[in-house]
Nanobody, 120 residues
Framework: QVQLVESGGGLVQPEGSLRLSCAAS????????MGWYRQAPGKQREMVAE???????NYTDSVKGRFTISRDNGKDTVYLQMNSLKPEDTARYYC??????????????WGQGTQVTVSS
């Protein structure tokens, strides 16, 4: 079984910063795609940022220039540095990853999420 555990959420004022972390643990052979999604109340879950095993990144337009996704393959961890936060960034943030669990199988896993609230 693979677990993804997020940390780093909290309450921050507008224009503030937060850094989210997501560590993978359990039995697996490798990690491919890693990403961050978010879901605000009454809205659909949306992709925020994603990063390939080779380091190629992609961001939703609303966070470009403010958020940075990175990963530490040695620690099986993905990060999301969030700067210049806005109230509309308020949401529960989820980590996801495509993990190779055996020679013949890859599976997608999700973390439980961490709440980010941007408010004065």
């Amino acid at each position: 079984q693979v677990q993804l555990v997020e940390s780093g959420g909290g309450l921050v004022q507008p224009e503030g910063s937060l850094r989210l972390s997501c560590a993978a643990s359990g039995r697996f052979l490798g990690i491919y795609y890693m990403g961050w999604y978010r879901q605000a109340p009454g809205k659909q879950r949306e992709m925020v940022a994603e990063i390939s095993s080779g380091g190629t990144t992609n961001y939703t337009d609303s966070v470009k220039g403010r958020f940075t996704i990175s990963r530490d393959n040695g620690k099986d961890t993905v990060y999301l540095q969030m700067n210049s936060l806005k109230p509309e960034d308020t949401a529960r943030y989820y980590c996801t990853s495509n993990v190779r669990t055996s020679i013949l199988q890859t599976s997608v896993y999700w973390g439980q999420g961490t709440q980010v609230t941007v408010s004065s």
